[in-house]
Structures are given as structure tokens and as C-alpha cells.
T-cell receptor, first 113, second 114 residues
């Protein structure tokens, strides 16, 4: 049973517009959430994270929103750029249970110019 | 380059052979993780070290898999008697100690078992 779900396998956006990537989780004990970006043949690169005590975290063009009651988080990229085209993984951890990150299956973002 | 380093980047081996991968974490990071990623999936946790102690192991880590971090610095992951189902990207990551700390990944070792 998947604890972290990214239900959209792919997303296409035009350059300059907003990209919204979504992630749902089932384990209410998760208290730390991260987004990673991955290019082909490379390891995941950390993008942004959020602790469960917050509902929003911003870093430049990237903002992550957390809705604990809905067990939902989203990554907003504004404005989107062609270099943002990659696979985006949502990950979560339960700091009390251990340090392992549980990943979703990823969403492939394509930004066209 | 002070990032996480993995060696080799690619490995092709025949079924039944043993393989060993190496990971050099970011030098000040106490924590080291191994993950496995197959096509269309996100990375799946295999095992975790705090310094030289192996503190967590996933059920995915069968008895053919063994990991070590002898001096709390680099780590090795060995797979004995490889099977075709072991073909995957093996990712190493490291992080600082404490809660809410992000893990930084290496570029991975792509294993193909033929």
C-alpha cells in the first residue's frame, strides 16, 4: 500500500506559467515532507522541504503548501522555465519512527518554450 | 566536488555473480542511506547508518544484500548471487544528524544483471 501518492504521472506547462505538482499521503504520523527533482541518469536533487508545524514554505520560485487535515501537499513553481523539466518526487518521513524517506512514484514535468 | 560520490556509475554483471558498490558521503554527514530505484518508481529505502552503526534495514534488504560503513565514513553495498530482479539504480544519500534534515543523493550506480 503506497503511503505517498503522486496521482499525476505527467504535467505539461508553458514557460512563464505556474506549475502545480500534487502529492497525497496516508500516514498521519508523517511530520516532514520534501520535494526532489531528478534528471535522467542522475540522482535526486533536493528542492524544498516543509515541517508539519508549517503550512507553507517558500524558496525563490518554489513554494510548498501543506494541508495536514487533507493529508495533501503541493509544489508550486512560478514562473516555470524549460530547465524545470524533470521528474519531481514527493517524499515524507516520520521523525519518531526513523529517518527513512518514503517516496511517491514521481511526476514528469515538461515545460515548453 | 563535495557532494555524495558513488562508484561505479554503471555495472553489468552476469546472474549469480557478486557485486559491490561504494558510496562516499558528504564529509560532515553522520547519516548515510541506501535506496533502490526501478523504472517508474520512486526510490525505495534499503538501509540507514548513523556513523558506523546500521540502525534500520528494510524488508527489501534480503539476506543476499549486505551493507557496511566500517569507519563511519564511506559505505559499501554488496549483493551476492545477483538475480535479474536486482537490476535497478542504487542510490546513496547522506544527511546531517537531527530532525527535519534533508538528504543529499549521489548520482547512483546503475546495475544491470544479464
Amino acid at each position: 500500500d503506497q503511503q505517498v501518492k503522486q496521482n499525476s504521472p505527467s504535467l505539461s506547462v508553458q514557460e512563464g506559467r505556474i506549475s502545480i505538482l500534487n502529492c497525497d499521503y496516508t500516514n498521519s504520523m508523517f511530520d516532514y515532507f520534501l520535494w526532489y527533482k531528478k534528471y535522467p541518469a542522475e540522482g535526486p536533487t533536493f528542492l524544498i522541504s516543509i515541517s508539519s508545524i508549517k503550512d507553507k514554505n517558500e524558496d525563490g520560485r518554489f513554494t510548498v503548501f501543506l494541508n495536514k487535515s487533507a493529508k495533501h501537499l503541493s509544489l508550486h513553481i512560478v514562473p516555470s522555465q524549460p530547465g524545470d523539466s524533470a521528474v519531481y518526487f514527493c517524499a515524507a518521513s516520520d521523525n519518531q519512527a526513523g529517518t527513512a524517506l518514503i517516496f511517491g512514484k514521481g511526476t514528469t514535468l515538461s515545460v515548453s518554450s | 566536488d563535495t557532494g555524495v560520490s558513488q562508484d561505479p556509475r554503471h555495472k553489468i554483471t552476469k546472474r549469480g555473480q557478486n557485486v559491490t558498490f561504494r558510496c562516499d558521503p558528504i564529509s560532515e554527514h553522520n547519516r548515510l542511506y541506501w535506496y533502490r530505484q526501478t523504472l517508474g518508481q520512486g526510490p525505495e529505502f534499503l538501509t540507514y547508518f548513523q556513523n558506523e552503526a546500521q540502525l534500520e534495514k528494510s524488508r527489501l534488504l534480503s539476506d543476499r544484500f549486505s551493507a557496511e560503513r566500517p569507519k563511519g565514513s564511506f559505505s559499501t553495498l554488496e549483493i551476492q548471487r545477483t538475480e535479474q530482479g536486482d537490476s535497478a539504480m542504487y542510490l546513496c544519500a547522506s544527511s546531517l544528524d537531527g530532525i527535519d534534515t534533508e538528504a543529499f543523493f549521489g548520482q547512483g550506480t546503475r546495475l544491470t544483471v544479464v
